[in-house]
T-cell receptor, first 115, second 115 residues
């Protein structure tokens, strides 16, 4: 069974500082990996995804993530935080060889950006 | 293109009552998902439809939850009778087909409070 662990339920950064949100996964097969963002009272929006190919993936709003198989990690980064980045971020994994290819989400990390 | 629509946005009921949620996916999307998001946790897949057939309902509490997608378009999720632990946000998502290569688009959710 697949699982996702997001280290740190809350992360606080200053505006302009580096954002680093950690995600580790467990999967018996090469997974697909995703980061979603959720703003208050809204649904989830896809930030970026890794399926195959280049391990450094660029997404929307200046975010990127790197798939590191040896570390079973898929950490999300952004060089310079903006106030509008304050939201909750979810890492998810799916098994592309499974029957339903369902997403398994982590518990989320709430990002606060201080002025 | 219009997004995933859900109604109602908020619902408060007492335990043992019944409740139903409605979802209209993005036009042309064959796959529809219902997720349960309990406060402080990531979304958990309840049921996945491909057109009007069920692909995965392994995590749906079938003694009290039911879902249908008649005609392969909109869908209804029902809880009967509700328990206190059913308090959560119920998210509907859709994608072009069930391959996880395809992005899932999420609706704003229905926040259910069971008293």
């Amino acid at each position: 069974a697949q699982s996702v662990t997001q280290l740190g339920s809350h992360v606080s950064v200053s505006e302009g500082a580096l954002v680093l949100l950690r995600c580790n996964y467990s999967s018996s097969v090469p997974p697909y990996l995703f980061w979603y963002v959720q703003y208050p009272n809204q649904g989830l929006q896809l930030l970026l995804k890794y399926t195959t190919g280049a391990t450094l993936v660029k997404g929307i709003n200046g975010f990127e993530a790197e798939f590191k198989k040896s570390e079973t990690s898929f950490h999300l980064t952004k060089p310079s935080a903006h106030m509008s980045d304050a939201a909750e971020y979810f890492c998810a994994v799916s098994d592309p060889q499974g029957g339903s290819e369902k997403l398994v989400f982590g518990k989320g990390t709430k990002l606060t950006v201080n002025p | 293109e219009a997004g995933v629509a859900q109604s109602p946005r908020y619902k408060i009921i007492e335990k043992r009552q019944s409740v139903a949620f409605w979802c209209n996916p993005i036009s042309g999307h064959a796959t529809l998902y219902w997720y349960q998001q309990i406060l402080g946790q990531g979304p958990k897949l309840l049921i996945q439809f491909q057109n009007n057939g069920v692909v995965d309902d392994s995590q749906l509490p079938k003694d009290r939850f039911s879902a249908e997608r008649l005609k392969g378009v909109d869908s209804t999720l029902k809880i009967q009778p509700a328990k206190l632990e059913d308090s959560a946000v119920y998210l509907c998502a859709s994608s072009r087909d069930f391959s996880s290569y395809n992005e899932q688009f999420f609706g704003p959710g229905t926040r259910l409070t069971v008293l």
